[in-house]
């Protein structure tokens, strides 16, 4: 049974113009060789050159001078490694030599995609039948590097999507390092991620069981300046850092627009791309609300999947997810307990959707095969396309299916409400399949979404157009649900 399904008349699409002001390092030789160079201008050099570089950036970046001297202090054990007196160096000169350090990076010069939509916080002021919503996206520039990026709007009665002002200066957030660690859970997630046990065993061995941040990079460090070192070592022994700073805050100035604050790659583990966050708002069991989202870390070679909150938008508290079920790509939290426990969907295998449950929203254990590709349409792999969603006939899971030429489509299945290993219904056909103008992008032949939500009794379905922009569509709930039933 096919289900009629309304796209909407909205397009998301890059825009090169939205640009972040990014830490540059060339190396050590290089970069030392740049600030000699630097000393050896004279003040009045020093001044003109800084007064000719923030005429022609200051516009472009909130408080672009705070960020020149950010970055100089970032190399500051350079400096003074080289006999320089970096307290004795003007303000010019350290703004100078930060501006050197510093480039602007495209943000979503390439693509912007993957959406995931969820109802804002404040829902006041709005007319019947309107709902105030932030939508993210997956934006990608030079390099594929990926961050993720927001949108205000207003959905009214009729579904359509008004989009709020977008900000013109983007911001990334302040950082705050995780300082301590509990070694056994510490050491676990170092054994899901494969690291060589004997080099974890010389590293971790002589910790306490709560240890420092600070305490264990010195170790790693001293090991690492070892020029003798084989690369096998020195991979599990960057591999523990990695992890380490994969644990931090975000926290964003509250005089920036949500439009305007980005959340960049920040840790090694991310430094090639923050991917396909899946946002979903989380009611706990005391009717606490929180937005969550689960999204995939790519340093270049190894993926880590991790999880993200926050209560305002403003700050973020960023974890890694362990456990065997914490594995791949495609994870997706439910939006409330179940039976007292977190529930997650994922595709741990990279072929089948399956569903674990657990008393913490960080560990994932004992994964149960929920769904295996049947249709032609999905043969080669079947996953999710966001967070489920409740209905009072069961909880509403949009998945994608991947088909012949790499094709993605985007289908609907229906669990039982208490037991959601239990599936309803399923769609035999896609709901949403790549039409001909959808076809041409980034990734030919794709649609894919992140997460939806229902409004107005309908399914407002955000998705990505061949992993280059984005649009929504709208599908009536009561003709989706008749049809899951039906499906059976």
Same mark, same amino acid.
């Given at each position: 049974?096919?289900?009629?399904?309304?796209?909407?008349?909205?397009?998301?699409?890059?825009?090169?113009?939205?640009?972040?002001?990014?830490?540059?390092?060339?190396?050590?030789?290089?970069?030392?060789?740049?600030?000699?160079?630097?000393?050896?201008?004279?003040?009045?050099?020093?001044?003109?050159?800084?007064?000719?570089?923030?005429?022609?950036?200051?516009?472009?970046?909130?408080?672009?001078?705070?960020?020149?001297?950010?970055?100089?202090?970032?190399?500051?054990?350079?400096?003074?490694?080289?006999?320089?007196?970096?307290?004795?160096?003007?303000?010019?000169?350290?703004?100078?030599?930060?501006?050197?350090?510093?480039?602007?990076?495209?943000?979503?010069?390439?693509?912007?995609?993957?959406?995931?939509?969820?109802?804002?916080?404040?829902?006041?002021?709005?007319?019947?039948?309107?709902?105030?919503?932030?939508?993210?996206?997956?934006?990608?520039?030079?390099?594929?590097?990926?961050?993720?990026?927001?949108?205000?709007?207003?959905?009214?009665?009729?579904?359509?999507?008004?989009?709020?002002?977008?900000?013109?200066?983007?911001?990334?957030?302040?950082?705050?390092?995780?300082?301590?660690?509990?070694?056994?859970?510490?050491?676990?997630?170092?054994?899901?991620?494969?690291?060589?046990?004997?080099?974890?065993?010389?590293?971790?061995?002589?910790?306490?069981?709560?240890?420092?941040?600070?305490?264990?990079?010195?170790?790693?460090?001293?090991?690492? !300046?070892?020029?003798?070192?084989?690369? *096998? %070592?020195? =991979?599990?022994?960057?591999?523990? #850092?990695? $992890?380490?700073?994969?644990? &931090?805050?975000?926290?964003?100035?509250?005089?920036?627009?949500?439009?305007?604050?980005?959340?960049?790659?920040?840790?090694?583990?991310?430094?090639?791309?923050?991917?396909?966050?899946?946002?979903?708002?989380?009611?706990?069991?005391?009717?606490?609300?929180?937005?969550?989202?689960?999204?995939?870390?790519?340093?270049?070679?190894?993926?880590?999947?991790?999880?993200?909150?926050?209560?305002?938008?403003?700050?973020?508290?960023?974890?890694?997810?362990?456990?065997?079920?914490?594995?791949?790509?495609?994870?997706?939290?439910?939006?409330?307990?179940?039976?007292?426990?977190?529930?997650?969907?994922?595709?741990?295998?990279?072929? !089948?959707?399956?569903?674990?449950?657990? *008393? %913490?929203? =960080?560990?994932?254990?004992?994964? #149960?095969? $929920?769904?295996?590709?049947? &249709?032609?349409?999905?043969?080669?792999?079947?996953?999710?396309?966001?967070?489920?969603?409740?209905?009072?006939?069961?909880?509403?899971?949009?998945?994608?299916?991947?088909?012949?030429?790499?094709?993605?489509?985007?289908?609907?299945?229906?669990?039982?409400?208490?037991?959601?290993?239990?599936?309803?219904?399923?769609?035999?056909?896609?709901?949403?399949?790549?039409?001909?103008?959808?076809?041409?992008?980034?990734?030919?032949?794709?649609?894919?979404?992140?997460?939806?939500?229902?409004?107005?009794?309908?399914?407002?379905?955000?998705?990505?157009?061949?992993?280059?922009?984005?649009?929504?569509?709208?599908?009536?709930?009561?003709?989706?649900?008749?049809?899951?039933?039906?499906?059976?």
């Amino acid at each position: 049974m096919r289900v009629s399904v309304i796209r909407k008349n909205i397009k998301f699409t890059p825009d090169s113009r939205r640009v972040v002001a990014r830490y540059f390092m060339n190396g050590d030789e290089r970069t030392q060789q740049m600030v000699i160079r630097i000393m050896m201008l004279d003040e009045k050099q020093v001044s003109d050159t800084l007064e000719q570089t923030l005429r022609e950036f200051a516009r472009r970046h909130r408080n672009i001078s705070a960020i020149f001297f950010r970055h100089c202090e970032k190399i500051r054990p350079l400096i003074e490694a080289m006999q320089i007196d970096f307290e004795a160096m003007s303000l010019d000169r350290k703004m100078l030599i930060g501006s050197y350090c510093t480039m602007e990076y495209a943000i979503e010069s390439a693509a912007i995609f993957n959406p995931s939509i969820v109802e804002d916080f404040d829902q006041s002021g709005l007319e019947a039948g309107e709902k105030r919503v932030i939508i993210s996206f997956r934006a990608t520039g030079e390099g594929h590097i990926s961050s993720i990026v927001f949108r205000r709007g207003i959905l009214d009665k009729n579904n359509d999507l008004h989009i709020m002002k977008i900000g013109n200066q983007i911001d990334k957030a302040d950082i705050d390092h995780k300082v301590l660690f509990n070694k056994s859970r510490f050491l676990t997630k170092l054994s899901e991620m494969h690291t060589h046990d004997k080099y974890i065993e010389q590293i971790m061995q002589g910790l306490p069981d709560e240890f420092e941040f600070v305490v264990l990079k010195n170790i790693v460090n001293a090991a690492l !300046n070892d020029p003798s070192i084989r690369q *096998e %070592r020195r =991979t599990a022994l960057e591999e523990i #850092i990695w $992890l380490a700073n994969s644990f &931090y805050d975000l926290r964003f100035s509250h005089d920036a627009d949500i439009t305007e604050r980005v959340i960049f790659p920040i840790s090694d583990s991310e430094s090639r791309g923050i991917e396909d966050a899946r946002f979903v708002r989380f009611v706990d069991d005391d009717n606490s609300v929180s937005i969550m989202a689960t999204y995939t870390a790519y340093n270049g070679h190894a993926i880590l999947p991790k999880l993200i909150s926050t209560e305002d938008f403003y700050s973020f508290r960023v974890m890694p997810l362990h456990g065997d079920g914490a594995q791949n790509k495609n994870l997706a939290l439910f939006p409330r307990k179940i039976k007292g426990k977190y529930a997650m969907l994922s595709r741990i295998d990279g072929v !089948n959707n399956y569903i674990m449950f657990s *008393e %913490r929203a =960080t560990q994932w254990n004992n994964p #149960i095969l $929920l769904q295996e590709p049947r &249709y032609t349409w999905e043969l080669t792999q079947i996953g999710n396309c966001g967070s489920p969603l409740w209905t009072e006939e069961g909880w509403l899971v949009i998945t994608h299916g991947v088909g012949t030429m790499r094709r993605y489509c985007i289908g609907a299945s229906l669990f039982d409400l208490d037991d959601p290993s239990k599936e309803i219904g399923r769609l035999t056909e896609p709901l949403l399949a790549p039409l001909e103008d959808e076809r041409e992008g980034y990734v030919p032949n794709v649609v894919y979404s992140c997460g939806a939500i229902i409004h107005n009794n309908s399914l407002i379905l955000p998705y990505a157009v061949s992993d280059y922009s984005s649009t929504y569509a709208v599908v009536d709930m009561a003709e989706l649900l008749d049809a899951l039933r039906k499906s059976k």
